[in-house]
């Protein structure tokens, strides 16, 4: 499989095909939810989000934006996703007036666009399960620095088992032995967890991950891993926009 040929178009047109069923299949999950709030509380931002402005990008059908919702009740929060199918299904729960969602491919936003639909630039971006999927992550990257203010804060939340040959085994026994099957199951083809499967074994490992964001002008990088099963499989990446400095940045 090759799964850069399958990033953009057609893996969106995979995520509208499998929309109606995701949150089924991401409920199986140990610690899916809890994960996610875990890397939205890495985010290091105080207090309740009152007059904070957070962009989800990648957000699927809604499991980042709830996560961030319960760790910032009061920030306005918005989540953008590619797939048409999984924006129906996020709209369709209810949420507060605080919460609004865009269809958009994150790498194609701008400061302008920030500046027409949000009012400026954003103080943090999350975006859980996003860079992996994307055709160009340094492209993704810079402009995601260019979304945030100056001192502003990206969460990635992703998957990453290139370093660790404990973890890619962990991964392909629970792709091929529970994601696979039931993904087949429940939305009658297997090709996009086939491809999640081989996509998380040929993306970058942590270190490398890292690097990208430093490239990118982030500052303050770090990873942090997830709790349970998911022990050196999933992470929490974390950066900083540097605060600008009199005279340019």
């Not at 194609?108 to 999927?133: C, K, M, S």
Request: charged share 20%; glycine share 12%; aromatic share 8%.
């Amino acid at each position: 499989m090759n799964t850069a040929a399958l990033k953009g178009e057609p893996v969106t047109a995979e995520f509208d095909h499998a929309a109606h069923a995701y949150d089924r299949l991401v409920a199986a999950n140990p610690g899916y939810h809890t994960h996610l709030r875990i890397s939205a509380r890495r985010l290091g931002l105080d207090g309740t989000g009152e007059g904070l402005r957070i962009l989800d990008l990648g957000c699927g059908t809604g499991a980042s934006t709830k996560a961030l919702l319960h760790v910032l009740p009061h920030a306005r929060i918005t989540g953008v996703d590619a797939s048409e199918g999984m924006l129906e299904s996020a709209r369709a729960k209810p949420w507060p007036d605080s919460v609004s969602f865009h269809r958009a491919r994150a790498e194609d936003l701008t400061p302008q666009w920030a500046a027409e639909h949000l009012g400026g630039p954003v103080d943090a971006v999350f975006g859980a399960y996003l860079i992996r999927n994307c055709p160009a992550p340094d492209a993704l990257l810079s402009t995601v620095r260019d979304l945030l203010r100056p001192g502003g804060r990206l969460v990635l939340h992703e998957y990453s088992v290139a370093d660790s040959v404990a973890a890619r085994a962990v991964w392909s026994a629970v792709c091929w032995g529970v994601v696979i099957p039931a993904g087949r199951a429940l939305t009658g083809r297997g090709d996009l967890f086939r491809y999640l499967w081989r996509g998380v074994l040929e993306f970058d490992g942590r270190q490398a991950l890292l690097e990208r964001m430093r490239r990118a002008g982030l500052v303050s990088v770090a990873s942090a891993p997830l709790p349970g099963w998911q022990y050196g499989i999933t992470h929490t990446f974390a950066g900083l926009r540097p605060e600008e400095v009199e005279g340019g940045r």
